[in-house]
C-alpha cells in the first residue's frame, strides 16, 4: 500500500513487545498514529487522533478492547476496530463483531492475516481468523448439512468472504430484502443465531478458500 493512501492507525497493546511487533509489521501498510498501553489510553487516543483504523488488544488493563467498543462510539470515533488476540473462542469473536468490530485477528495468526483484516475494515467487510470459524463447534455437536441452492451457496460465499448485505445485493444484482430473505433461512435451517456460525459452516463447505 503506498504510504498516500495509509490509512491513519491507532494500535493499543499493552504488551510493550508485541507492540512494537506490531508497529514494524505496519509500517509502510499503515499511517501508525498512535500507541496505547491500557483501554482508557486507547480512549483518549482515539478522540485525540481521530484514526480510520483501531487494532486493539482484548484484554488491556482498566477496559478491555470489547468494553472499549461502545465508549468509543459513544465519544464520536468511527474508526474501523480490529481486536486482536490470543483468545480463539468463537463466542469472544461473536461478541466482538456484535458490538461493532470489523476484525477479530489471533495474535499467533497476526502478519498478512492482520493486513488482510485491515483491507476488508477498510472495505466494511467482517474478517475473522479462519482458525476460529473452523474450530467453533456447532449447536448440536457437529456439522449439520442442509442443501443449498446455487444462489445460497452465493450468498453464503460473500458472506463468509465478510461482505455486508448491501454489497452481496450489489454484487449479485439483488435486492437488500431477498439476500436477507436467504441468509435467514439458512440460518433457520442450520439452527444457528450468528453470521460467525454461517461462516463456520462455510469453512466447512469450503466456501472460504480464495
Do not use: W
Not at 505496519?26 to 482508557?40: K, Q, R
Amino acid at each position: 500500500m503506498a504510504m498516500a493512501m495509509a490509512p491513519r492507525t491507532l494500535l493499543a497493546d499493552d504488551h510493550s513487545i508485541v507492540a512494537e511487533g506490531l508497529s514494524r509489521l505496519l509500517t509502510g501498510y499503515c499511517d501508525l498514529v498512535g500507541i496505547a498501553s491500557d483501554g482508557p489510553g486507547l480512549v483518549q487516543a482515539a478522540v485525540d487522533l481521530q484514526p480510520e483504523v483501531i487494532i486493539a488488544d482484548l484484554s488491556m488493563p482498566g477496559i478491555s478492547g470489547l468494553e472499549a467498543i461502545p465508549l468509543l462510539r459513544a465519544r464520536g470515533v468511527t474508526a474501523r476496530i480490529i481486536i486482536l488476540t490470543m483468545y480463539s473462542d468463537p463466542q469472544l469473536a461473536r461478541n466482538a463483531i456484535e458490538a461493532g468490530a470489523l476484525g477479530y485477528v489471533l495474535k499467533q495468526a497476526a502478519g498478512q492475516e492482520l493486513l488482510a483484516a485491515i483491507d476488508a475494515a477498510l472495505a466494511d467487510r467482517v474478517y475473522v481468523s479462519p482458525q476460529i470459524a473452523l474450530s467453533a463447534p456447532t449447536p448440536s455437536g457437529g456439522t449439520p448439512h442442509i442443501k443449498l441452492t446455487p444462489r445460497q451457496r452465493e450468498i453464503l460465499g460473500l458472506i463468509a468472504k465478510g461482505y455486508r448485505m448491501k454489497q452481496i445485493a450489489t454484487t449479485l444484482h439483488l435486492s437488500r430484502r431477498t439476500v436477507e430473505a436467504h441468509k435467514y433461512e439458512m440460518m433457520r435451517a442450520l439452527g444457528v443465531r450468528s453470521t460467525i456460525d454461517l461462516v463456520r459452516y462455510a469453512a466447512s463447505l469450503g466456501l472460504t478458500q480464495t
